[in-house]
């Protein structure tokens, strides 16, 4: 079966579901929103996306190029008709000329390799990770596949329950739902603790090994 990434609503819906308070008596939809993209980011730590891109040469001799990508690890310089020139990595800590280097979004490319670089004729092709798409709308669609939707929902309801636990007017109002009435302040942290063993073992079998 195709799995088909659900929208920020649809996603919202269950988290309420999973925090008991599917009203929103408690938690509004913004700070499941909120609880949402949380989770997004916690999860791209250790399960970003892998990609490859290709970026334009836009100028002769161009040796940086803005990426978003979060990091690399193999840079190509490439050319219609020919096979792909792999570029270096830098390996030199005070000189910039040995291989290609990456710092605040932007790559940059040794002079010895960026001379030969011609808009409109060559392309630079970088392999690497990138980070999730935060979810800015109800309509926008979750950045992932269902690994990335269940670990994001186990993150959003381990940071719903530890505010409900650093926030007693939170937790009274919680109380007030349909089933929670019950749940004392004790159970409450075991049930947070809990969530918290399970996310940890969620996040290792998810974690990726990055290639660097």
Not at 48 to 57: F, H, I, N
């Amino acid at each position: 079966m195709t799995y088909t990434p659900p929208s920020r609503s649809t996603l919202r819906a269950s988290v309420s579901r999973d925090l008991r308070d599917p009203e929103n008596k408690t938690f509004t939809p913004q700070e499941v929103n909120d609880l949402l993209n949380l989770g997004v980011v916690e999860v791209s730590r250790v399960y970003p996306k892998e990609r490859v891109d290709v970026l334009t040469v836009s100028e002769n001799g161009q040796q940086t190029f803005v990426t978003d990508a979060a990091s690399i690890f193999r840079v190509e310089w490439l050319m219609e008709g020919y096979p792909a020139q792999g570029v270096p990595q830098n390996t030199f800590v005070h000189s910039g000329q040995g291989g290609w280097d990456m710092h605040a979004g932007v790559l940059y490319i040794p002079y010895g390799y960026a001379i030969g670089l011609e808009a409109s004729v060559h392309t630079i092709r970088i392999w690497g990770y990138w980070d999730r798409e935060l979810m800015a709308s109800d309509t926008d669609l979750l950045d992932g596949d269902a690994e990335v939707e269940f670990a994001v929902r186990s993150v959003a309801l381990l940071n719903g329950y530890q505010r409900l636990q650093n926030d007693r007017l939170l937790f009274q109002q919680w109380l007030t739902n349909t089933g929670n009435s019950d749940v004392s302040p004790n159970q409450l942290a075991q049930t947070a603790d809990l969530y918290q063993s399970q996310w940890r073992e969620q996040r290792q079998r998810l974690r990726t090994l990055q290639r660097t």
